[in-house]
């Protein structure tokens, strides 16, 4: 359950500085303080659903594009979470290109370093539970 819980709090903590990252160095894409936490959790949870769906039509239509399921699995969760709420608002497509790479590119990265800076931090304990 703890491991459980460390790996949801890493695929919120990777979505929450992808669009922080996409809102500080995208003109155009914002991000309003007040729906920040349900930004996140609106663009984790669609990714979470969009990627392995995007992913398997891909691999069946067009083996060549799968290497971009995450970029358009990004873009689709960042189009979803707009529509609920006034709080993500991105104008103009280059927003939306540059802030879907940014998010992307962050979040991808986050999404590696932040399981290990944890068991830095000592999370060794919830990754193993037998110890």
């Known amino acids: 359950m703890a491991r459980l819980a460390v790996m949801i709090g ?10 922080l990252a996409a809102a500080i160095a995208v003109d155009g894409f914002r991000v309003r303080v007040l729906g920040f936490v349900t930004t996140v959790i609106i663009y984790a949870i669609v ?4 990627t ?11 083996r060549y594009l799968v290497g971009l ?16 709420g006034r709080a993500l608002w991105i104008s103009g497509l280059s927003a939306w290109a540059w802030g879907a790479l940014v998010v992307w590119l962050v979040s991808s ?23």
């Open 10 to 19: 890493v695929y919120l903590g990777s979505a929450a500085l992808g669009l």
């Open 47 to 50: 990714q979470g659903l969009v």
């Open 52 to 62: 392995p769906w995007l992913a398997r039509v891909t691999v069946e239509r067009a």
């Open 69 to 84: 399921t995450g970029l358009g699995a990004t873009l689709i969760a960042l189009v979803i979470a707009s529509w609920f």
């Open 109 to 131: 990265i986050a999404a590696i370093a932040l399981p290990r800076l944890l068991v830095a931090l000592g999370v060794e304990a919830a990754r193993d539970p037998q110890e």
